[in-house]
């Protein structure tokens, strides 16, 4: 299946989904992230003339080495950083990315803050939340979120959304139903979660963006 093909097959099955859950039958269908991680140029540049616009990098190094050039001849692309950001590395994602998923605590808010001002940029952020309150997991516990929120808020940092990834183990349906309810709770418009396995049904429970590798670059070799 070519690229296109796995895009157009994606779309499809979120349309349906969408169509079956009453919860947002006036919802606009969510911004397809493609997550490439991993995944070389020639791939890159299939996507974007399949015409993918919104692409996510795990980490801060591998998108330096491989978007700096393709942005350029691309100026409409978005890019998210939807991977765990170290603080000292806060200066280089703000340079680079559009986007940032991964907000979860006061230092990387602070380091955030800093290097949008020195660079007069203005990144939009997103806050990770650890629904199911996994000890290895990246993202502030529910129950953390609103003292991070305010803070945030006191340093007028830009968040516009939640960012949540369910347990590998668990149904995913009811963190993403919690996920939504937090960020309605906190007047926050954007909702980060669905990845391949389940975009569909996180467009159902109200995704603004699916992450999405391998339903669309297949599986990962690296
Ligand atoms: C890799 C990754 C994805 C995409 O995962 P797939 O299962 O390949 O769709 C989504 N979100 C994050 C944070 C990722 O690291």
Redesign the pocket.
């Known amino acids: 299946m070519s690229f296109s093909d796995r895009l157009e097959s994606l779309t499809q099955q979120i349309s349906h989904s969408m169509a079956q859950g009453p919860l947002t039958s006036s919802a606009k269908p969510p911004i397809i992230i493609g997550?490439s991680?991993t995944q070389p140029i020639t791939q890159l540049q299939n996507a974007i003339h399949a015409g993918l616009t919104h692409f996510?990098e795990?980490r801060v190094q591998e998108a330096q080495e491989k978007w700096p050039t393709l942005r350029a001849a691309h100026p409409d692309i978005t890019l998210h950083l939807?991977?765990p950001l170290q603080s000292n590395k806060a200066k280089e994602a703000v340079a680079l990315f559009d986007v940032i998923?991964t907000l979860d605590r006061p230092k990387l808010a602070d380091a955030l803050k800093h290097a949008m001002h020195a660079q007069d940029k203005s990144c939009r952020l997103l806050v990770q939340v650890n629904t199911g309150e996994e000890p290895q997991k990246a993202g502030v516990i529910p129950q953390d979120l609103p003292p991070l929120l305010a803070y945030c808020a006191q340093l007028h940092l830009p968040i516009v959304g939640l960012m949540c990834?369910p347990p590998a183990d668990l149904a995913p349906a009811p963190h993403f139903a919690l996920l939504r309810q937090l960020a309605e709770r906190h007047h926050l418009p954007e909702l980060s979660m669905g990845?391949?396995?389940d975009?569909a049904i996180a467009a159902r429970f109200g995704a603004t963006m699916v992450?999405?590798?391998?339903?669309?670059?297949g599986e990962?070799t690296g």
Request: cysteine-free.
């Open positions: 997550a991680k996510g795990n939807i991977g998923h990834i990845m391949s396995e975009a992450r999405v590798g391998r339903h669309l670059f990962r």
